[in-house]
């Protein structure tokens, strides 16, 4: 079935740029999606990229699609500590009623 | 800006208790789902509703589960008999409204406690 995986940590210093990296499995994805959660709170929607598209560029974030290797990445710039948080990427499942696919989450740790 | 909202935050339940938890999605959307994240793992689809009846459920939502949009605003969840394994995290989200962006909005959860 359908899967996205990620790397389940990260951490960088205040002021570095933040990569995270996505994989997905399906290619009838039309959407994918980024989301924050911070700590003891709901899913917050970021950003989204559709499946046409390479680039999304939006303040400090910037969405990289690969759609022939199934990739998806979520950069950001001048990372700072209130971007600790937990990013999930998510994909529409392609053949259902706009169903979402969720990575495990990458915990991102913000250092001063 | 509009969002989804749930009630209540957290609910602790006696195991074999029914519960029912409440969301109220974005007004003017169009789709409803319901989500479960257990506690350090993957959030799950559990089911999705449009024009009043369930459109499509996973694995997990079995004859335990009931959804209903039981008025124009409140999109419930139930869980008939609570066991152990159904402590989780549920989350309410929303979406589409015609000429809007195909994107989906999660209100804050409740956390859901089987003891």
């Known amino acids: 079935g359908e899967d996205v995986e990620q790397s389940l940590f990260l951490s960088v210093r205040e002021g570095d740029s933040s990569v995270i990296n996505c994989t997905y499995t399906?290619?009838?994805?039309?959407?994918l999606y980024w989301y924050k959660q911070e700590p003891g709170a709901g899913l917050q929607l970021l950003t989204y990229i559709f499946s046409n598209m390479d680039m999304k560029q939006d303040q400090r974030l910037t969405v990289l699609l690969n759609k022939k290797d199934k990739h998806l990445s979520l950069r950001i710039a001048d990372t700072q500590t209130g971007d600790s948080a937990i990013y999930f990427c998510a994909e529409r499942d392609g053949g259902s009623q706009g169903n979402l696919i969720f990575g495990k989450g990458t915990k991102l740790s913000v250092k001063p | 800006e509009p969002e989804v909202t749930q009630t209540p935050s957290h609910q602790v339940t006696q195991m074999g208790q029914e519960v029912i938890l409440r969301c109220v999605p974005i007004s003017n959307h169009l789709y409803f789902y319901w989500y479960r994240q257990i506690l350090g793992q993957k959030v799950e689809f559990l089911v999705s509703f449009y024009n009043n009846e369930i459109s499509e459920k996973s694995e997990i939502f079995d004859d335990q589960f009931s959804v209903e949009r039981p008025d124009g605003s409140n999109f419930t969840l139930k869980i008939r008999s609570t066991k152990l394994e159904d402590s989780a995290m549920y989350f309410c989200?929303?979406?589409?409204?015609?000429?809007?962006?195909?994107?989906?909005?999660f209100g804050p959860g409740t956390r859901l406690t089987v003891l």
């Open positions: 399906d290619s009838s994805s039309t959407y």
């Open positions: 989200a929303s979406r589409w409204a015609p000429g809007e962006a195909d994107t989906q909005y």
